[in-house]
């Protein structure tokens, strides 16, 4: 059984700042590559950074210095804080997970299997 769970997103003024959380079964915690991943209307889904099961993270380079990953291994969850909120972060957030031999921002979304529901981010 692997399920995927978003939930943090809110509206927020340019500048500000968000923590989104991705909780997860033990399953997918402890053997799959997690992404995370957005999508703003009318735009293709767009890799954001990754978290792999050794604790390897990837970002890319559009938030790398404002998003951080981190987890809580007790509650199968990985964070996304996200500072210095800019409008062009407005977008669906949506964490995913695969097994995958290389786990990096830049793997396309085809190739991750279980997706959760995604939570909104508006940033005005």
């Known amino acids: 059984h692997v399920q995927l769970v978003e939930s943090g997103g809110d509206s927020v003024q340019a500048g500000g700042s968000l923590r989104l959380s991705c909780t997860t079964s033990?399953?997918?915690?402890?053997?799959?590559?997690i992404g995370w991943f957005r999508q703003a209307p009318g735009k293709e889904r767009e890799g954001v950074a990754t978290?792999?099961?050794?604790?390897?993270?990837t970002y890319v380079d559009s938030v790398r210095g404002r998003f951080t990953v981190s987890e809580d291994n007790e509650q199968n969850t990985v964070y996304l804080q996200m500072d210095s909120l800019q409008a062009e972060d407005t977008a669906a957030y949506y964490c995913?997970?695969?097994?995958?031999?290389?786990?990096?921002?830049?793997?396309?979304?085809?190739?991750?299997?279980?997706w959760g529901q995604g939570t909104q981010v508006t940033v005005s």
């Open positions: 033990g399953v997918i915690y402890s053997s799959y590559c």
């Open positions: 995913a997970a695969a097994r995958l031999p290389l786990c990096i921002a830049g793997v396309p979304d085809r190739d991750f299997d279980y």
């Open positions: 978290h792999d099961v050794d604790g390897t993270i």
